[in-house]
C-alpha cells in the first residue's frame, strides 16, 4: 500500500494554480502525528478490514483536520506550526484562506472515491460533514471565550469537545462504519474517540504552558498570551486565594502587552497551585473512560492494542 | 412548497453559538437575485420532476454561491454587497472566514437529505465537489491576475469560466442528473450553462464600470481600483493606440491612490474605444451559444422558455 504522503503526493499532481495548491502540499507533506489517519487505520485493522478503503477515509479526515489548522492559524495569528512557519505566514492570508477552502473540499471529494455500498459512502459522509460543522462550531466558542468574561469548566468542555474531540470520534466512527459494525459499536467507538479527543486537547493545554520549545514546534504560551481560558486557568481560578484569583482575572483581562511578564506571573500561580498535576489527572479520568468504552467492543482484546498503546502515548506527550 | 427563505430558517434554527451562524442568516436571508436557485428549478420543472428534491440541490447551489461571496468579500476588501455591507466589515474577517466554512459544509449537508437513488446523491455530489473545487481555482487566478502584468483573453475567459460558470453549469447539470437524463442532454446543459455564466460574468465586468450605484448594490469602479484585468481593461488594451495603452498598464500596475482620477481616465478611455458595445456584442455571442447548446435538449422547446427569458434578462442586466 501507498503512503499518505504518496497518495497525497498523487491527489495533487498537476493542480492549478500553484498559489492555491502549493499551500496545500506544503501542510500535508509536513511530518505531523497523522494521529486521525492511525485511528481510522486502528478501526478498520481491528476489524480485519481493508486498508486501501480505511487509506481513502484516513486520508479525508488528514485533509479536514489541515484545512481547520490553516484556517485557525490565521485566526489566532499563530506563526508557527509543527516547527514551520504557518501557510498565512509563509504566503499570506487571502491564499490561506483560499487553499484552506480548496483542501475541505478535497476533504470531501475523498470520500466520494470510495469503492464500498453507495449506503456506507453516504454514512461516512454524514458523518463527516457532522464532524466538520461541529468543528467550526468548536472554532467559534473558542474565540467567543477569549472576551467572554465567565467560562465554566463545563463550557470549556464542551468547547474542545467540538473543536477537537468530535475529529477523533468521527475518524473511529467512520472506520466502524466502513466495516458496517452494528450501531452499539459505532456508538461505542464514537464515545472513545470523543473521551480520547478531550483528553489530547487537555494533553496540549498543558504542553502549551509547560512543553520544551524545540520539541513542541508551536510557541510556548499562546494559549496565555490570547487569554485562552484553557483547563489549566479555569482550574486555577477555582483553586486560587482571592489575590492569584484577581491577578489571573486581570491578566486575561486585556490584549497582551508583556508577553515574558504575563507568561512568567501565570505559569507560577499555575506552580503554585499544582495545576500541572491537577490537570494530569483530569487527563488519566478521560483515558480510562476512553478505555471503558473500547471494551465494550466485541472483538478480542488484542486487537485494541494499537488504541492501547495510542493512549499510552497520550499520557507521555511531548508534542 | 417551502421559499427558499423558509427552508433556509428551517436549516438554520436553534443553531450556536450566534457568531458563527449570525452571519450565515443574514446572508442567506438577503433578497439576492437567486439564480442558482432559479437554473435548477428551470432544468427540473423542464423534465417535470419533483420540485422539492429540486429545491435541496438549489439550496446546496446558493449556500455554496454565499459561502464563496463571504470569503471573496475578505479577500477583494469590499465593504458592500447587495446594498448592504459585507459579512467580514459587519462582524469581522475571523467571523467571515469561520461562518464561510460552517456554510460550505452545511452546503455539502444539503445534498445529502436528498430523497432519490444513492446513485445520482453521488454523482450530484461529485459534481458539486468539482464545481466547489474551481471556484477556488478560479478566484486564485483572478487574484494572481492582478498582479501577473500580461492576462490574455484567453487566460481571463478561462478564469471567469472557474470563478463564475461553472457554477452555473452545475446547477442545470445536477438539476439533469436528479432528473436521471441520459450523458448527452447532462452535457448540453452543462454548456449551456458555462457560456450562460461566461456571458453573466462579462456583463457583470460592465455593470462594474457603467452601472447606476444604488440599483447595483456594490461599489462602482471595484474592479479599476483593485487592478482587476476584465475583459474591458483587456479589450481596451487590445484596441488602444500606444498614448493609452501606456496610461492603461501604467495605472493597472501600481496599487490605487487617487480613486476618482483613476475611474474617470479609465472610463474615457474605454468610451474613446466603445468598449461598452464590444463587450456587450461578445456577451451576445455567449448567450448564443448558449442558446445553440439549450436546443440540444430533447424537450419540448415551450418547456425552455423559462430559460430563454433569462437570458433575455441577461441582456438587461442593472445589477
Redesign the interface.
Known sequence: MNTIEQEFQAVLADK??A??YDPISYILLQSGKRLRPKLVHYTVEMFDGDPEQAQIVAMAFEMLHNFTLI?DD??DVAPLRRGKETVYKKWN???A??????L???A??QL?RLKCD??I??DI??VF??T??EI??G???D??FETQRNVTIDEYIMMIRKKTAVMFAGCVKSGAILMNSDDNTRQALYDFGIYMGIAFQLADDVLDVYASSPVFGKTIGGDIRDNKKTYLYLKALEDADPQQRKTLEELFAVPTTDFELKYKTVRDIYDALDIKKKTEEKIQCYLDLAREEMSKVKVDESKKQAFYDLIDQLTNRQK
Chains 1, 2 share one sequence.
Open positions: 492549478h494554480p498559489n492555491l484556517h490565521i485566526m492570508s487571502n491564499i484562506i483560499l487553499s484552506g477552502d480548496a475541505a473540499i478535497m470531501f471529494q466520494l453507495n449506503q459512502i453516504m459522509a454524514k460533514a457532522q466538520s460543522l467550526c462550531e472554532q467559534q466558542y474565540l467567543d
